[in-house]
């Protein structure tokens, strides 16, 4: 997966205190989503109509959020190991009005039983398969089959290659980074076919939601190096944030593609 959402997961939880490096305050969403998609598939999941919603590996739960308050009545839980990222969705929900309607539960999403009409499981496959990837995505699109209601909808986002990526972006992307890593689109929708669903809308992020993204990953943290050179933490900081701009502007920009995939259960 990539880099940026790799290295957020595995770094040590920041404060967003003057005196520390702030974490991941500038993104709406935990991956490369826009404003206009986000609006789009909030819109088609609320269509349906869904009494309930579930985000697995919700990180704060923000398109969780969106799709609970478009359909009045909705309730929605979201799963995550990240108790600050929760917290974080709780707030968001408390201020959106949305407290008694949505759950947000600290637990792993490997092998839950919980189910909904509509589930979300966006960059956050591994959350669904201690497999190594692909098998992961595969496995994971196998989980959420058996977790979505029939008639309901699951959004999987997910990475895929665009191209075979070359040796040397693959030695830039992140340790260990493997040509058979991801799949192909092609052969990523068919996963999604052969684990039992039909693929309703098939959309990839943007080179602008890309950008959006891994700018807005590390902007809050290069705008505190710059103002704190001398800070005990800056070094580590800062070796921190160029590996990781590396490894996108050297490895993966323009080679690792997110697809989101809109699916319905055959029944
Ligand atoms: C790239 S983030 C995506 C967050 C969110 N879906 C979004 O798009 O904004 C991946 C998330 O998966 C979560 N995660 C990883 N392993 C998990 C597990 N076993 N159970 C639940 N969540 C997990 C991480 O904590 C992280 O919040």
Do not use: K, N
Request: net charge negative; aromatic share 6%; with cysteine.
């Amino acid at each position: 997966m990539c880099g940026a959402a790799v290295e957020g997961l595995a770094s040590p939880p920041m404060t967003s205190r003057d005196d520390q490096p702030p974490r991941l305050t500038t993104l709406t969403f935990h991956g490369p989503l826009s404003e206009a998609r986000a609006r789009r598939l909030v819109d088609r999941l609320a269509a349906t109509g869904p009494r309930t919603v579930l985000d697995l590996g919700c990180g704060w739960g923000e398109l969780l959020l969106r799709v609970v308050g478009a359909v009045p009545g909705a309730t929605g839980v979201g799963v995550d190991i990240q108790a600050e990222d929760l917290a974080r969705g709780r707030a968001a929900a408390e201020e959106r009005g949305l407290a008694d309607r949505v759950v947000f539960a600290e637990e792993s999403a490997t092998d839950t039983t919980r189910g909904a009409d509509v589930v979300l499981c966006l960059g956050a496959s591994q959350a669904l398969s201690s497999a190594a990837p692909p098998r992961s995505t595969v496995e994971a699109l196998r989980a959420l089959r058996g977790l979505v209601a029939p008639g309901g909808r699951v959004v999987l986002g997910e990475g895929f290659w665009e191209r075979t990526p070359t040796a040397d972006e693959l030695a830039a992307m992140w340790p260990d980074a493997r040509a058979d890593e991801h799949l192909s689109l092609g052969d990523l929708v068919d996963a999604a076919i052969e684990a039992g669903f039909r693929p309703l809308w098939v959309e990839t992020a943007s080179t602008e939601e890309w950008e959006e993204f891994e700018s807005g990953y590390r902007c809050a943290t290069e705008e505190w190096l710059a103002a704190h050179p001398g800070h005990p933490s800056a070094a580590a900081t800062r070796a921190r944030v160029d590996a990781q701009r590396a490894g996108w502007l050297r490895g993966y920009r323009g080679v690792l593609g997110l697809a989101y995939l809109t699916l319905a259960p055959v029944v």
